[in-house]
T-cell receptor
């Protein structure tokens, strides 16, 4: 069964304290892995799409990496405005891109 | 910048009422989706659409129905709301040939 597990559930950092969020997945052929940011009471905001093991993408203080079993979202020198829930999602290759499985997310708190 | 809109943003209604949650996008995307998300939990796909006059049920069983008469509009209807329908409902869209979904701000529904 296709599954996405994110860890930790919550992460508290001091401003400037770099860390990583983990997304472990099992899927019958990966079509794509997605990272989203979700602020309280809002819809998810797209961050990255990764398609194959070894791929990396960066945006400001965020860097996403992908292996055959997991993805990491690295946050370098975070600021309080990076506080949000970060969601990981995968699409299986045999679903035509319609079946997206989301993890429960990691809630990140960055203290000034 | 994704242009996808949902109304109302918040709705509190009594049991047995019929409601329609509106979703519109101005990007000309062929594919649209409805997700349900409870606090701190994963998003679950309840409906999706390939295009006009094409709709399918998602993995999560739902008593709601959808229609797709126009490309830009994908409303979700509950014929008789119940307290178990209390949740956040998120609408998303994606362009043909891509898998990246763009989300609206969500509708938070409370059924008393």
């Amino acid at each position: 069964e296709d599954q996405v597990t994110q860890s930790p559930e919550a992460l508290r950092l001091q401003e400037g304290e770099s860390s990583s969020l983990n997304c472990s997945y099992t899927v019958s052929g990966l079509r794509g892995l997605f990272w989203y940011r979700q602020d309280p009471g809002k819809g998810p905001e797209f961050l990255f799409t990764l398609y194959s093991a070894g791929e990396e993408k960066e945006k400001e203080r965020l860097k996403a990496t992908l292996t055959k079993k997991e993805s990491f979202l690295h946050i370098t020198a975070p600021k309080p405005e990076d506080s949000a829930t970060y969601l990981c999602a995968v699409q299986a290759a045999d679903t035509g891109g319609f079946k997206t499985i989301f993890g429960a997310g990691t809630r990140l708190f960055v203290k000034a | 910048e994704a242009d996808i809109y949902q109304t109302p943003r918040y709705l509190v209604i009594g049991t047995g009422k019929k409601i329609t949650l509106e979703c519109s996008q101005t990007m000309g995307h062929d594919k649209m989706y409805w997700y349900q998300q409870d606090p701190g939990m994963e998003l679950h796909l309840i409906h999706y659409s390939y295009g006009v006059n094409s709709t399918e049920k998602g993995d999560l069983s739902s008593e709601s129905t959808v229609s797709r008469i126009r490309t830009e509009h994908f409303p979700l209807t509950l014929e008789s709301a119940r307290p178990s329908h209390t949740s956040q409902y998120l609408c998303a869209s994606s362009a043909s040939g891509t898998d990246t979904q763009y989300f609206g701000p969500g509708t938070r529904l409370t059924v008393l």
